[in-house]
């Protein structure tokens, strides 16, 4: 007899996720996921000016501050046909890289890492052999015997006091746990070694984008960071260096313990490797753009469809029309007024609330779609459409990534294991990885180019009569982010915003296609359904963010808690 499990909330942080699933002989058969809360920010910004557009919609989100702004601003900008100076371009790339550091480590410590790693057992754990473990994966200094020692005695003391702060409420002792003690006790270490290098992170964003959270120096047409090396007031070259030495620091941490813990926990949890694909349609924006007019990027944008690598075919800048005419949104399952699916610019949002209907409309989320079909968004998909055009840097990485999951595992493994619940975590790891070694190679170019006496931050936008459309298109850390405008008279007219968990969080479309969460829950194993822990760990894995999703809150929202998974 299937059973039915409803989950709600879902996530540990930017909660409003519900899942229901429904197991039968111990694995989902049926998944739906459900966006709860509404906003309506699209239809706050209509009749607005352009320009002020990225203050309002940056507020769609506290965790993806930044790319909600870059991508408005990118929208604008596209409409009017606007290029922006080189140092506003290196800057942007400077922010949108360090947030993406941040998100990241925040996502696998944070919001994930205790899906697999229990917490408790690491009290078992003999911090001598937790050291040797950790050796044999990075000589990063904290790995030393004193400090794991030092981390069992704060634990203990955590257990004994009876309040277990930010390790409370998870199911420890769970039998989907299958870490030795000592894996547990190097993670929960690493996790809150993790909350220095996320303030390292949170500083230099701060210093280069002007406030953390949220970017205050943008604007439609460059930044407003104005830039003297020798003034105190302004970006100079002791502020540059400050932002460096951070960076420097974050990528340490990065690729000494992140990427080594996520290749640790993928190797030692192999039973996984096969579970949590889902919709292997993968769509990329390009990002990281090298030069003013965003020709040349150092990240690639594409899409490969059934995972079939073969099928690659490049979005090759912010405007290409090959992803601009494709995507669409379907309401045929959401909570709005009819059941159309529309291009973006075409798009309306106007709110009609049932109520959780199974066979009928269960969720805030619209269903995006590209050339009729879902996609997955976010590190995998760039990681995918990268490797499948050989990216250098996308291919070296994962090939290391791998080769190091293969030694730890003890089995040779290959791209093939990335499409799984554990390749999202393997691919976001290498992601990071990728970031930071950007992040410097942007400052390098910032610097450069401020040598050569270029001071150029901002080019004025002009405003003519008559109607512009333009998409902004950014690879936020959940993936393509696109915000669609339409200005008429300069003045907003139309706004879409088309974001990466709704295109992996939206529900089926008018064809019963489900969205990536919930085909990715299909056949995963289900130990005890009072405690569905792996249907936290394939979601999770996909970093969900509502608030983003559905950027809009239902204050009359109804309470449907079965089981609580924190
Ligand atoms: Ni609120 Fe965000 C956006 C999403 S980015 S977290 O856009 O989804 O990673
Ligand atoms: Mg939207």
């Not at 009609?352 to 995006?368: I, Q, S, V």
């Not at 529900?507 to 990536?516: K, L």
């Not at 894995?541 to 924190?566: N, R, Y």
């Amino acid at each position: 007899m299937a059973q039915r499990i409803t989950i709600d909330p879902l996530t540990r942080i930017e909660g409003h996720l519900r899942v229901d699933v429904e197991v039968d002989g111990g694995e989902v058969t049926k998944a739906w996921s459900s966006g709860q809360m509404f906003r309506g920010l699209e239809n706050i910004l209509k009749g607005r000016d352009p320009r002020d557009a990225w203050l309002f919609v940056q507020r769609i989100c506290g965790v993806c501050t930044t790319v909600h702004a870059l991508a408005s601003v990118r929208s604008v900008e596209d409409a009017l046909k606007l290029e922006i100076p080189k140092n506003a371009q290196y800057i942007r790339n400077l922010v949108q890289s360090i947030h993406a550091l941040h998100d990241h480590i925040v996502h696998f410590y944070a919001l994930s890492a205790l899906d697999w790693v229990d917490v408790v057992s690491a009290l078992d754990a003999d911090p001598v052999a937790t050291s040797k473990l950790a050796e044999t994966l990075s000589d990063w200094p904290g790995n030393s015997s004193k400090r794991f020692q030092a981390v069992k005695d704060k634990l203990k003391g955590l257990v004994a006091s009876g309040q277990l702060g930010p390790f409370a409420n998870a199911y420890w002792g769970h039998p989907a746990m299958k870490l030795p003690p000592e894996a547990n006790l190097m993670a929960v270490s690493h996790y809150l070694e993790a909350l220095d290098y996320q303030r390292k992170a949170t500083q230099a964003y701060a210093v280069i984008s002007g406030k953390n959270p949220h970017v205050q120096n943008l604007s439609v047409g460059g930044v407003t960071a104005a830039i003297n090396p020798d003034s105190d007031s302004t970006l100079n070259v002791e502020r540059l260096y400050m932002v460096k030495q951070l960076v420097e620091e974050v990528r340490g941490f990065i690729n000494n313990v992140y990427l080594t813990d996520v290749v640790a926990v993928g190797a030692l949890y192999k039973e996984w490797l096969p579970y949590g694909a889902g919709v292997t349609n993968y769509l990329a924006a390009p990002d990281m753009p090298t030069d003013g007019a965003a020709t040349q990027f150092d990240l690639p944008g594409g899409t490969v469809m059934n995972g079939d690598i073969g099928s690659v075919k490049p979005i090759s800048n912010l405007s290409d029309d090959y992803f601009k005419s494709n995507v669409e949104e379907s309401i045929a399952r959401a909570w709005y007024d009819g059941d159309w699916s529309k291009h973006p610019w075409e798009e309306s949002t106007d709110a009609k609330y049932t109520d959780f209907e199974p066979e009928g409309k269960y969720t805030w989320l619209k269903a995006p779609r590209f050339e009729g079909k879902p996609m997955q968004v976010g590190p995998l998909a760039q990681m995918v459409v990268g490797y499948a055009q050989g990216h250098e840097m996308t291919v070296r990485n994962v090939d290391a990534a791998l080769s190091k999951i293969s030694a730890v595992a003890g089995v040779n493994v290959g791209p093939e294991i990335l499409h799984s619940t554990i390749g999202r975590h393997a691919a976001r790891a290498v992601r990071a990885s990728m970031m930071a070694e950007l992040a410097l190679k942007h400052w390098d170019l910032l610097i450069n180019n401020i040598e050569t006496g270029d001071l150029e931050i901002f080019n004025p936008p002009t405003f003519p009569k008559g109607e512009q459309r333009g998409v902004g298109v950014h690879e936020a850390p959940r993936g393509l982010l696109s915000h669609w405008c339409v200005i008429q008279d300069g003045k907003i007219k139309n706004y879409q915003c088309v974001v990466p968990s709704t295109w992996n969080g939206g529900p089926r479309d008018a064809e019963g296609q489900p969205g990536p969460y919930e085909a990715s829950l299909l056949g995963n194993p289900i130990a005890d359904a009072e405690k569905p822990l792996e249907v936290l760990r394939t979601i999770h894995s996909f970093d969900p963010c509502i608030a983003c999703a559905v950027h809009m809150l239902d204050p009359e929202g109804k309470e449907v808690v079965k089981v609580k998974a924190l």
